[in-house]
């Protein structure tokens, strides 16, 4: 299978600042580590005017590094996994995981305020629930040893009038008031679920019987997620949020094409995008599974 990323390169070239090509800086010589200017001999080696030793440089362009960008960006709109995309386009695991956790980041912040982004990685449970201890506190469902350390928060799911869905992380407290009282989700009054189609929480999809309409949205939702999730083979527990405020996105733009996703994408990147998001950079948060 080809990738042809092509129409995308030219908006990332408008992402590089121009002192990023800069082709007249000195280079580092690999033998003395001295920056200095490098004589090109006939045979295309670099010799260094230091220490006088000779050597090839093996480069990746600015040009490069922007076609594996686009390649990988158009991957991840069509929702190929990290090991699939790394599989096709033959760009290192490492890479391809490093760029699709910094567009899930994107995708992230545009849509959330900071105090639910760090909410995504810092939940520890900010309220005390009285639950058995083997059991999540909102579901009920059984709990395996461990999951209780690294439970992400439960999330609202908002189906707007318009046709989008909105996935609200939400703190203990107001979990609590949305959802949890004395008892199943399904005992707290409607009014106060309002707005919401139901919630998720321990990788399954809770929803709400009340609106016939919203019930037929959210498992229309919900089944979209699930096939996608699936060809993932599954997802870190402690980055579900990212993973979901992802599908929101790609649920809410599922009537463009693949490029048309990448393009609005590439709008949310940063002017220095290459260099903030190079291997030996500090990396984004997210882990993956490598599947």
Known sequence: MIINADSLVPHLKEKVRPTQSDTSRHLLCPHCGRRTR?????????????CGRKFRIHKVTVDNRLRQCAEILLCFCLD???????????????????????FRILLTEQS?????????????????????????????????????????PVFGVQLKDNGEVYIDPLKDDEAVLHFHMSGLPEEAPPERREGYAGFICCGKFHR??????????????????????????GIWKRNTGYYLKE?????????????????????????????????????PLIEHRGK
């Open 112 to 152: 959330l305020p900071q105090e639910k982004i760090s909410l995504l990685t810092d939940h520890r449970g900010d309220i005390q629930v009285p639950h058995n201890k083997n059991r999540c506190r909102w579901c009920q469902s059984k709990l395996r040893s461990g999951d209780a350390e690294h439970q992400p």
């Open 208 to 233: 709400f019987t009340e609106d016939t309409r919203k019930k037929q949205g959210a498992e229309q939702l919900w089944t979209w997620i699930r096939e996608r999730i699936n060809s993932h083979h």
């Open 38 to 50: 490098l004589n090109t001999l006939a045979d295309g080696r670099r010799k260094c005017t230091v």
């Open 247 to 283: 599908l929101e996105w790609k649920y809410n733009e599922r009537s463009l094409e693949p490029e048309r996703q990448a393009m609005k994408i590439i709008g949310l990147m940063p002017t220095d995008f290459l260099s903030r998001w190079s291997l030996g950079a500090k990396e």
């Open 80 to 102: 190929f996994s990290a090991h699939r995309t790394a599989l096709i386009t033959h760009h290192g695991f490492r890479l391809v995981s490093l760029y699709f956790g910094h």
